[in-house]
């Protein structure tokens, strides 16, 4: 397998996470879905030719991003999962078709189809019929604590209606924003003079994370139910539509355009129809969600590991739209990486009006052929900012002006170097280029590295600016003298400021490296070293060779992290920072039981003691890997009461068959 193999893979797992953390976490995306959609098939299709690079924190393994810190998080009892996307009519049709052959027939599957919601998806939990907490989806596995809001939603029961509902029941769904409210909203902003929302979808986020309930419910928040989560016993029906009815029944809300739907014709019918009323819905919706009926079938087809099989998203078809560029703008990263921005003539779009587009760098500027005062094709796919995908044929009256690539940086002056690879151009200022100052400490204070809170963009461009901030370092040399003279900063939130400073300090050695931005080293790079070598020393002392025999480190990371450590620069800087008394907390090791270790576990039934989550945690914490579906592979299956077809199953197949006492003396 070829290094460059390796280094796309890192390089795309790291785009990835960064944008589902702007997406799912700050509510503000940078990329169109269209684009991270082709990165994440990209990556999915190099893990399946690959699948030595598979790794457990692979974008593909997991769903989303990190919960918020500002509200108490919640685990869910059985992760919410995202769903796989197809964009055709070919994509439904080879949906069907790898679920006929897994389940082994020829008859036509039983689908439901429903309207895919773009808004944010929630977990309420109900215990006897009372709304216990009300969670977003986070990670996957942890979400936020959103109770106090979503009891605000008028759609959401906070007593479940009638009877014969289980002791414990999670609902999950959709919170959105009908575009009435939403365009309510924005002309209120206006009057106020706030800044108003970009679509309807950022709304419902921004609302849902308002600290004062009552801002939530002035913003008209709908919920729709689509699923059921975890259920403590039997007593619903079989399928998704009539468990949907019965969840109609107790009070909540479903989507009227839901519909069953047999074989992948009907499917397809489906989604022509409701493209055609997609724009009299009365809310935005992103696609069509089809999932297979029969509840016995799904277990049977069951998950991978970011996913059900058995259910799949029909993503619409980007939006586009023709406008005129204007100018070509420089902008310059925390790496020094010039990146140019187009500036459009302002276009309504996919619901926004957009003005700005990336373009990546100058290689994507000569694909296109564009030139200042071309009419352009830009598409925009969900609520982010567009892509220029083509250029339109230029007219004989057509006036136009070269783009020029700039040979100094716009922000410091310094020299611009092109890299061997000939696609990326950075400034060679350093530290000495403010724009790459910025982004350096902003990078540094961000939510994923040491987590200063309050260290927003426009307080790191103020320090930088009045030059109270020369390096990340200087963030510890701030005092409350200096920072109140800034613009907006009051006594307290200086003292505020200075307290997130102080408490970066306790950190753990994974995100103290991720911090400091060493080319290449993403996350997942960071706890990998972190967990190798224990200590900062002992990987400042690596060498490359020792450094390009851990799993996923190539020899260009290698030599990125080996250089790094011995620049004087890095030497300086982080004998500065460990002077200012950063502590590194331990990271926790995994405990490991031989006879467990590696092996595959499937959990069915009711248990006679323990929930099945307690004991899955209990499972992985002793390194057995827990799965949904018996297979040929499975090395154990735990069954309680009413194992089902799980407990037949792996009779057929010989597997070995414990119930709860057995494995816990295991253990």
Same mark, same amino acid.
């Given at each position: 397998?070829?290094?460059?193999?390796?280094?796309?893979?890192?390089?795309?797992?790291?785009?990835?996470?960064?944008?589902?953390?702007?997406?799912?976490?700050?509510?503000?995306?940078?990329?169109?879905?269209?684009?991270?959609?082709?990165?994440?098939?990209?990556?999915?299709?190099?893990?399946?030719?690959? #699948?030595?690079?598979?790794?457990?924190?692979?974008?593909?393994?997991?769903?989303?991003?990190?919960?918020?810190?500002?509200?108490?998080? $919640? %685990?869910?009892?059985? #992760?919410?999962?995202?769903?796989?996307? =197809?964009?055709?009519?070919?994509?439904?049709?080879?949906?069907?078709?790898?679920?006929?052959? $897994?389940?082994?027939?020829?008859?036509?599957?039983?689908?439901?189809?429903?309207?895919?919601?773009?808004?944010?998806? =929630?977990?309420?939990?109900?215990?006897?019929?009372?709304?216990?907490?009300?969670?977003?989806?986070?990670? /996957?596995? !942890?979400?936020?604590?959103? +109770?106090?809001?979503?009891?605000?939603?008028?759609?959401?029961?906070? %007593?479940?209606? *009638?009877?014969?509902?289980?002791?414990?029941?999670?609902?999950?769904?959709?919170?959105?924003?009908?575009?009435?409210?939403?365009?309510?909203?924005?002309?209120?902003?206006?009057?106020?003079?706030?800044?108003?929302? =970009?679509?309807?979808?950022?709304?419902?986020?921004?609302?849902?994370?308002?600290?004062?309930?009552?801002?939530?419910?002035?913003?008209?928040?709908?919920?729709?139910?689509?699923?059921?989560?975890?259920?403590?016993?039997?007593?619903?029906?079989?399928?998704?539509?009539?468990?949907?009815?019965?969840?109609?029944?107790?009070?909540?809300?479903?989507?009227?355009?839901?519909?069953?739907?047999?074989?992948?014709?009907?499917?397809?019918?489906?989604?022509?129809?409701? *493209?055609?009323?997609?724009?009299?819905?009365?809310?935005?919706?992103?696609g069509i969600v089809f999932k297979v009926n029969d509840f016995s079938q799904q277990e049977t087809l069951g998950f991978i590991s970011r996913a059900p099989r058995w259910a799949v998203a029909y993503k619409f078809p980007a939006q586009e739209e023709i406008t005129t560029l204007l100018?070509?703008?420089?902008?310059?990263?925390?790496?020094?990486?010039?990146?140019?921005?187009?500036?459009?003539?302002?276009?309504?779009?996919?619901?926004?009006?957009?003005?700005?587009?990336?373009?990546?760098?100058?290689?994507?500027?000569?694909?296109? /052929?564009?030139?200042?005062?071309?009419?352009?094709?830009?598409?925009?796919?969900?609520?982010?900012? #567009?892509?220029?995908?083509?250029?339109?044929?230029?007219?004989?009256?057509?006036?136009?002006?070269? $783009?020029?690539?700039?040979?100094?940086?716009?922000?410091?002056?310094? +020299?611009?170097?092109?890299?061997?690879?000939?696609?990326?151009?950075?400034?060679?200022?350093?530290?000495?280029?403010?724009?790459?100052?910025?982004?350096?400490?902003?990078?540094?204070?961000?939510?994923?590295?040491?987590?200063?809170?309050g260290l927003g963009d426009k307080l790191v461009d103020q320090l930088v600016e009045k030059q109270l901030v020369t390096g990340v370092a200087g963030l510890y040399r701030l005092d409350l003298n200096n920072l109140v003279l800034l613009e907006r900063m009051a006594e307290k939130s200086?003292?505020?400021?200075?307290?997130?400073?102080?408490?970066?300090?306790? !950190?753990?050695?994974?995100?103290?490296?991720?911090?400091?931005?060493?080319?290449?080293?993403?996350? !997942?790079?960071?706890?990998?070293?972190?967990?190798?070598?224990?200590?900062?020393?002992?990987?400042?002392?690596?060498?490359?060779?020792?450094?390009?025999?851990?799993?996923?480190? *190539? #020899?260009?990371?290698?030599?990125?992290?080996? !250089?790094?450590?011995?620049?004087?620069?890095?030497?300086?800087?982080?004998?500065?920072?460990?002077?200012?008394?950063?502590?590194?907390?331990?990271?926790?090791?995994?405990?490991?039981?031989?006879?467990?270790? /590696?092996?595959? =576990?499937?959990?069915? /039934?009711?248990?006679?003691n323990l929930k099945r989550d307690e004991l899955k945690s209990i499972l992985k914490a002793n390194g057995a890997k827990v799965q949904s579906s018996i297979s040929k592979k499975t090395d154990y299956l735990v069954a309680g009461e009413s194992a089902g077809s799980k407990l037949e199953?792996?009779?057929?197949?010989?597997?070995?068959?414990?119930?709860?006492?057995?494995?816990?003396?295991?253990?």
């Amino acid at each position: 397998m070829a290094a460059s193999i390796n280094t796309e893979v890192k390089t795309l797992r790291e785009k990835i996470n960064d944008f589902n953390y702007q997406y799912y976490v700050l509510d503000s995306p940078s990329v169109p879905d269209a684009e991270f959609d082709r990165l994440f098939r990209r990556l999915v299709s190099l893990e399946s030719e690959y #699948p030595e690079l598979v790794t457990k924190d692979s974008p593909s393994q997991r769903v989303g991003a990190q919960p918020l810190s500002k509200f108490d998080q $919640i %685990t869910h009892k059985i #992760p919410m999962l995202s769903l796989d996307n =197809v964009f055709d009519n070919d994509g439904i049709e080879h949906f069907q078709k790898k679920l006929l052959n $897994i389940l082994n027939t020829e008859e036509s599957i039983n689908f439901v189809g429903e309207p895919k919601l773009d808004g944010i998806a =929630v977990s309420l939990f109900y215990r006897n019929g009372s709304l216990e907490y009300g969670a977003t989806r986070g990670d /996957g596995k !942890t979400g936020e604590d959103i +109770t106090q809001n979503v009891r605000t939603i008028n759609s959401i029961p906070l %007593t479940l209606l *009638g009877n014969g509902f289980p002791e414990e029941l999670e609902v999950r769904g959709e919170i959105f924003m009908p575009n009435d409210s939403f365009v309510a909203l924005n002309e209120s902003a206006v009057k106020l003079e706030q800044k108003a929302f =970009v679509n309807p979808r950022n709304a419902a986020a921004g609302s849902l994370r308002q600290l004062d309930p009552k801002i939530t419910a002035s913003r008209r928040l709908k919920m729709c139910a689509y699923s059921l989560g975890f259920v403590s016993d039997n007593s619903l029906p079989d399928n998704h539509y009539d468990a949907l009815n019965q969840l109609k029944s107790w009070g909540f809300v479903i989507n009227s355009e839901m519909k069953i739907l047999k074989g992948e014709q009907e499917c397809i019918s489906y989604c022509e129809d409701l *493209g055609l009323k997609r724009d009299k819905l009365g809310y935005e919706i992103d696609g069509i969600v089809f999932k297979v009926n029969d509840f016995s079938q799904q277990e049977t087809l069951g998950f991978i590991s970011r996913a059900p099989r058995w259910a799949v998203a029909y993503k619409f078809p980007a939006q586009e739209e023709i406008t005129t560029l204007l100018a070509v703008d420089f902008q310059v990263g925390r790496t020094g990486a010039i990146t140019p921005v187009a500036r459009l003539a302002p276009v309504f779009v996919g619901g926004v009006t957009v003005s700005n587009a990336t373009l990546h760098n100058m290689d994507e500027i000569m694909r296109l /052929g564009l030139e200042i005062g071309d009419q352009v094709i830009i598409r925009r796919a969900g609520d982010v900012i #567009p892509k220029i995908v083509s250029r339109v044929p230029r007219e004989s009256s057509t006036v136009t002006t070269k $783009i020029d690539f700039p040979k100094v940086c716009p922000v410091c002056q310094s +020299t611009i170097k092109v890299e061997d690879s000939g696609t990326i151009a950075r400034c060679t200022g350093g530290m000495l280029c403010s724009a790459q100052l910025k982004e350096s400490i902003k990078h540094f204070a961000s939510r994923k590295a040491l987590d200063i809170d309050g260290l927003g963009d426009k307080l790191v461009d103020q320090l930088v600016e009045k030059q109270l901030v020369t390096g990340v370092a200087g963030l510890y040399r701030l005092d409350l003298n200096n920072l109140v003279l800034l613009e907006r900063m009051a006594e307290k939130s200086a003292k505020n400021i200075l307290e997130a400073i102080e408490l970066s300090k306790d !950190t753990s050695l994974d995100k103290f490296i991720f911090a400091l931005g060493i080319p290449e080293v993403g996350l !997942t790079t960071a706890e990998l070293l972190a967990n190798h070598f224990e200590g900062l020393e002992t990987l400042r002392d690596a060498d490359e060779i020792t450094l390009q025999n851990l799993p996923d480190v *190539g #020899p260009i990371m290698a030599r990125n992290i080996y !250089t790094y450590f011995r620049k004087n620069s890095s030497e300086i800087l982080i004998s500065e920072l460990l002077g200012f008394g950063f502590r590194f907390k331990q990271m926790p090791k995994a405990k490991t039981n031989d006879k467990l270790f /590696g092996k595959i =576990v499937v959990i069915t /039934g009711t248990l006679p003691n323990l929930k099945r989550d307690e004991l899955k945690s209990i499972l992985k914490a002793n390194g057995a890997k827990v799965q949904s579906s018996i297979s040929k592979k499975t090395d154990y299956l735990v069954a309680g009461e009413s194992a089902g077809s799980k407990l037949e199953k792996a009779e057929r197949l010989k597997i070995t068959i414990l119930d709860e006492q057995k494995i816990l003396t295991m253990i």
